[in-house]
């Protein structure tokens, strides 16, 4: 008869077989981690739990473009790099009076942190002005209010719109872009 040697075994970890098990749980351990990281910064934004009101808020959006229209309303914007200034000369088809000072909103398409918000003074009958904040490059949105609280731009009587893109001109208008039928 043959006699097995019984001696005590090693730590754990230094049994093959233990790795042999462990090390697809680890690896489903750090995989799930890195992907728990990627959703959670990439993430969407929040959900609007009051779908009612945001419909309406697009109607009243539509509003300020019939008014823009109606009034006549149209702007022509320059950019002067070299001095950092905005310029908006603005007409109104009834001739009425402009306010003395406007919000122009220029959004960049892709990076929130570049948008910006000028508020425009009057120099002139229609003529307004302000100065800039950052240089001029890339493609921008533009919307010019008669409200200057950015927070109540819903409720402005109305609304110009348009984009301009550096790399091609300095210069753009604005106008109605869409109409409420």
Known sequence: MQTRDKRPGGPYYREPG???????????????????????SGRDHEVIDNYYKQGRLINQTFEQDARAKALGLKADVSFDAE???????????DGESLPGQLLLVMDHPVNENLDQHLVLRRVG???????????????WYLTLYPELDLA?????PWRLRGAI?????????LAVRRTAD
């Open 18 to 40: 233990f790795w042999l098990v462990m090390a697809p749980l680890i690896a489903v351990f750090f995989v799930v981690a890195a992907l728990l990281t990627a959703a959670y």
């Open 83 to 93: 001095a950092q200034r905005v310029q908006v000369t603005i007409t109104r088809a």
């Open 125 to 139: 009958a229609e003529r307004y002005e302000a100065s800039l904040d950052a240089e001029l490059v890339h493609h």
């Open 152 to 156: 109540q731009r819903r409720s402005a």
């Open 165 to 173: 893109a550096f790399s091609e001109s300095y210069n753009t208008e």
